[in-house]
Each structure stands twice: as structure tokens, then as C-alpha cells.
């Protein structure tokens, strides 16, 4: 096991699977910083990404086994619902290569690797960075810079894996975040995924109302049904592989809602929402305008340095390198 | 009664009551073409206003008296709660002026107009415009330049006051929306109020998971989230100054949201919300970014005039003068 260090290496060099929004982007973030080659499904994105420069294949096998030969870090960047046949290419043609994703969720995709390639070296990951446009012409090699970027931390995390998926991150320009991929679940389903399907419910009854109320429509409504605009197979592959956490979270909301129209009804009052809600987007924007507070005192590789990261982070803390 | 006309005329003195974001703005935006003057309660903004070069005074009796010296328009401009004062204040000192509003919900302020001042020539008046932030400081010559600007027509709207009203909105670059004061009030209850709710109630449950919650929190959790941050007492007074309508919108976004949690129980699918809130949102899409689709063949004064802009405004379409 190399010596512990708490300054990444350089991320070597990088496979990305799936070339859509953030695979896409990811190619392009970390072309010249890494040696980078990526693979995608569709020969239009990779004719277009090739086009543009880069060196990308429409055969997954051959890839692969070019992972293998070159030591990359393997990235997952499709949607959950077609990773068991990427990782499946992995267990058989670049067993021992070091794998991540970038994938919405952190305990389905764990399944899935567990259950396709059980000896795996893999360390999952989240950028949280995204737009409501999809695929290759929508990529960006800025996407990910100022971004928050998760990156699992479990119990049996092996540090150096953790470091070089970290070092992946912050060559992107994104700040790391650790945590369990459980934490990692309900939380993007309180921030991520209940927004998605409050968007939803807002653009229903407005757009149910009258062609009035859409053209009366502003501010509120533009920014409060923008994720609507996502692509439906997106937000479903994203939504449905989180299912527990997201109904919890829904539930919550449901229950809010229910008892401020019955505040509303019995009192003609939206005081307790309207305050609370106030307060939390004043918390929220504390923590996302004000500056990093960096996780300190504790070493990647140390004993107990996975519990750590993850104490502080829960915090709010992120971890710079 | 003057001769019907389709193009308004100037709109001649204007006295806006109020100097917050909406009020100082129009004082702001009118500045230069038309005669323009206000009154703000608070000496510290009347100071401030002052300071930028505006006629503006803390005496409301004053105000309105000179409002009746010069036939100015007088626009009330402060929250629905604080209206009373100001309109039993024109009911005695400018009893025969035009009247108009430009406050977030149209029936409540009818009726504290007609409690007050029976008499009044009023024709209400919602520009669909605004930040989370509030007061003379946040105030913006252009805020009403490209919004939608709804202007109360109903069977009785007398020709020359509703385009004197409709002549301030285009002066201020704004799009004129002719509405009933009941459909508007659904309409922005849909577009506008419920918004907020929903805003609240996604804030509070991120906000209530944890700091690595609001630290992971990116595009979907800040759009959808940022009408919550405006000052609660505001938006109490929007909202509950609109309940009925807002209810109604209120318990359809609940049941839509009961479905989907059911669905993602029993079937672990979020298909029929996200796909129908994709649909609701292409289609706003389309209307906020398409060109403006005129009202035509009708002329302000003809006979069922106030009808046939309503018919045509209900289909999303807006008056150009």
C-alpha cells in the first residue's frame, strides 16, 4: 500500500464511459491535464466528439482492454439503467483497474457493481453539476468548476484509490465532498430529486390553468419549473434508482404542503411555512455563498481517516486536497 | 366620454403611492416621460428617492391633494394589508381621479377600494415583475422592461381610464395583459403563489436533512428554492391576500404529489408526474419564448370591447396598443 499522503496525485490516465452531458464534459475537462479516451454507444456522439478533437471509440470491449493496458481509472457516465453491461466489459476485460461514476445515486450503482463485478477496486462519486440539456453538443469542460463533487468514503475506502478518484475531481476545477453513500443518497434526494418532482407538480398546475397564467408567468415560475425542462428518461433513471430515500423526503414535503393549506383554509395564514422556508434558504445561502470551510486535522490513510472525512463533512466541510 | 381610441394616450401625471421595489421603480421608470411624483411613508426612503433627484414627499395628504391639482393618475403601491389608509386618503382629498394598483392580487384590492371609496374611477392594474429583494434600494428604471403587465378589464371598464392605465405600462416597457380580476387572481395563484409554497416547502425539507445536504445543493435545489427567500411579510401578504384561488392550486400540487409518491411506492415510477411536468414545462417554454402573439380586431371602446381582449388574452395573447 503507497505511503499515506494528503495531497492527490495526478489522476493518470482516464476511460470515460457514456459521452452525454457529464461524461462528455468530463472528456473535455480533463483533456490536456490527462491522458484521456472515452467510449459511447451512439457512432453520432462519437463521430462529434472526435470532430472536436478527441480520441473516443464506439467499441466498448476495445476500450476497455485499452483501460486495462494503460492502468486508467474507469468512469461510469451513463444512466444507472444500462451500467450493468458497462461494468460487466470491466469484470471480464480490466478487472484489476480502479473504477468510479458519476452517477446521481451512490447505493444502486454499488449494487450494480457488486452484483456484475464483485472483486472490484471502486471508489463512486457524484459531481453535483448539470444543466436541463443533454448530451454531446450540451457538454462543457467548465461544467464541474466550483462544483461540488462527492466522492464515497466508506469504512474499507482504500486511500490510495480514494485519492486518485479525488484527483479526478479537482482537476475538473470541483471541490471534493465525502460521505457514506447512504448519507450521499438521502441527501441529493432532499436537494436534488424532491426538486425535480416539485418542479413537475408546479409546471402541471400552471400550465393546467389557462394560457393566461403562462403568459403572465415570471420570475417564480421560470426558476421554480426549470429541472421540468430535463430530459423525462433523465429525471426517471435519476429518480426511480433512489426510490427510498426520494419517498421519505416526498413525504416530508407532502406533509408540509398539507399543513399549510390547512393553516390556510382554518386561519387564512401561511406563517409557519413562509418562515421556515425563509430561514432555510438563508441557511442554504450561507453555506453556498459563503467561503469553503476546509475539512482539517486529519490525513487520508490514517487510522479512522475514512470516519473523519465524513463527520466534518456532514458538517458542510469539504475536503481541497 | 372621449372618442375610442386603439393607440393610449401619454399618461399624463402620475402620483405612485408607495416607494418599495415595485412603486420606486415605476417612479424610476416614468422619470423623464412622464410628470412624476410619490410618497413614501418612511422619511429614510424619502430621503434616499430624494437624493437620486426624485420629487417625493413622507406627507400623503399633500400627495394626494397635489394629485388632484394635476389630474394625475395615483397608483397604489404598497403591500394589500396597508391599502385602506391610502384609499380612504384619495377618497377625501382626490375623489375624481383614475385610479389604479400595482399590487399581486386584484379582487381583495377591489373590494378594500370599494369599502373605502365607492365612488372611485378604478382600474387595477399587476405588473409581473419582481426580485427576492425589496425597497427603495433595490429599486430599477428597467425592472418592467419585456414583463407582462395585467391590466383589470372588466364589463364595466370605462375606454379612456383602462388606456390611461395601460398607457403607464407601456411607458415603463412593459406588455400590456388584459384580464378579469377573478381569472387573474387564479392565474398568478398557479404562476405565482403556489410557486412560493413549493419554494418554501423544498427549502425547509434540504435545509432539514443536513449541512452536507445544503453543501451538495447546485442548480436544481437554488432555482427551485430562491422565491423563499424573499422578505416573509410579503409574501404573506401576497399569498394570503389570495386564498381562495391559491387553495384550489394548492390542493391540486398536493394531489399531484400524492400520486407520484404512491406510484413510486407501488410501481417505483415517477413517470406520469415527470413526463406531464416536462410537457407543462415545453409548453411555458414555448409561450415565454415565442414572439408575442398581438390582440387584434378590437377596438378600446367598441361595443363588447372589454370581453374580446379578455377572449383573446385568456389564449396568451397581449395587448401591443
Redesign the interface.
Known sequence: MPAPSTSPALPGAVCVLGLGLIGGSLLRALAGTAPVFGWNRSEATVEAARANGHDVSADLAATVRRAADTDAVIVLATPVTTLSGLVAAVAEHAPGNLLTDVVSVKEAVRRIVTAQHPAARFVGGHP????SHSGWSATDPELFRG??W?VSTGDGTDAADWLRVASIALATGATV?P?ADD??D???A???H???????????????????????????????????????AL??AM??AN?AA??N??????D???D??DD??DR????I?????????????A??SGPLQPISGVTVGDHGWQEELRRQ??????WLG
Request: charged share 20%; hydrophobic share 50%; no cysteine.
Open positions: 453535483m453539476a448539470g444543466t462544483a461540488m462527492m465532498v460521505a448519507a450521499h438521502r441527501a441529493v432532499a436537494i436534488s424532491l426538486p425535480h418532482l416539485m418542479a413537475a407538480a408546479t409546471a402541471v398546475v400552471g400550465a393546467g390553468e389557462s394560457g393566461l397564467a403562462l403568459r403572465l408567468a415570471a420570475g417564480s415560475f421560470r426558476d421554480g419549473t426549470r429541472v421540468a425542462g430535463t430530459a423525462p429525471q426517471r429518480l426511480e426510490d426520494l419517498l423526503v416526498l413525504s416530508e414535503a407532502i408540509r404542503l398539507t399549510v393549506r390556510l383554509r387564512g395564514s401561511v406563517e411555512l413562509v418562515g421556515d422556508g425563509h430561514r432555510a434558504r438563508l441557511a442554504y445561502e453555506i453556498a463533512a456532514h458538517a458542510g466541510r469539504v
